[in-house]
């Protein structure tokens, strides 16, 4: 098998490399234990939400369209509907997240041992289980920082013509940006990264993770196939964590990752490539 990180150098094609790969990781037998439970939550969630949403979007929809806006029904009904959607993923994935938050990161856990060889230390059942409060908080720490913001796009939604037309596009571009946010977070927490710390290391290389955020966005939106994104996501932010940015926490403990870094560290060519059949890491 081909090295997994014998990646294109821009950070668009980043993006899609390590949404690509993380599919190729959950193929792999060894991660299935810690895939079929979050799926579960999925396949409830899902079900619950899209019957709500069905049973409920003409009457949104009436709301959210001015009377006298209706010569334009054509244009503004599809952007409506998109935005409504938006905000059921969101509350979709919000929930999902929370539920799932202590498999995913076990999971990001197995996976970032594959990869590196490297285990984080010795993991039990009741280890796990020790570890769940501080996931939760974490949880509720990525909740308190896209709320408000929600919130916010929302209002925005009242706004005529700028509602209709301008917030769904907003709406989708933050829905990816959290959803770096909330995948790459997993191994991050892992190695007890501070958000603050993690978010500012994700700001320096945004297209690549917009990129990558919207990719899992849209494979969210499609019936069946969100049924298997989230541990997707989790496998390809690891990767994406082991590759982009492991070597400089690991090394530094306090400091702030710069896009200085990142250059400096493609310019070295210290990209990790990956035998996937054994485990073993062999700096390029």
């Known amino acids: 098998m081909s090295s997994p990180f014998s990646e294109p150098q821009n950070q668009m094609g980043l993006g899609f490399h390590y949404f690509i790969y993380g599919w190729r990781l959950l193929l792999q037998r060894q991660f299935m234990p810690f895939v079929i439970f ?11 939400l899209v019957w709500a949403f069905f049973a409920n979007i003409t009457g949104w929809l009436d709301m959210l369209l001015p009377s006298w806006l209706e010569w334009l029904s054509f244009v503004l009904i599809p952007l409506i509907f998109l935005l ?3 905000g059921f993923y969101f509350a979709f994935t919000t929930l999902a997240n929370f539920v799932a938050a202590p498999f995913n990161a076990l999971l990001a856990e197995k996976v970032e041992l594959q990869l ?14 020790k570890d769940v409060p501080r996931m939760l908080k974490r949880e509720w720490q990525k909740m308190m920082y896209s709320v408000p913001r929600l919130i916010a796009i929302f209002l925005l939604g009242f706004v005529p ?5 301008i917030v769904p596009v907003i709406a989708f ?13 997993y191994p991050f927490d892992n190695h007890k990264i501070s958000f603050q710390r993690m978010r500012n290391a994700l700001e320096q290389n945004k297209v690549m993770n917009y990129t990558f955020g919207s990719l899992v966005s849209l494979f969210t939106m499609i019936p069946f196939v969100n049924l298997v ?8 932010a690891t990767a994406m964590w082991i590759n982009e940015y492991r070597d400089f926490f690991l090394e530094n403990q306090h400091g702030e990752f710069s896009k200085a870094d990142y250059t400096f560290k493609k310019t070295k060519g210290t990209s990790v490539s990956t035998e996937t059949r054994t485990g073993n890491v062999v700096k390029k």
């Open 229 to 236: 994104v989230m541990p997707v996501a989790v496998c390809g």
């Open 173 to 185: 571009i933050f829905s990816a940006w959290m959803i770096a946010i909330q995948y790459c977070d």
């Open 116 to 129: 590196t060889n490297q285990p984080l230390g010795a993991t039990s059942f009741t280890g796990m289980l």
């Open 84 to 86: 409504l959607l938006v």
């Open 161 to 165: 013509v700028l509602g209709q037309t």
């Open 38 to 48: 979050p799926i579960i939550i999925n396949t409830v969630l899902m079900i619950g």
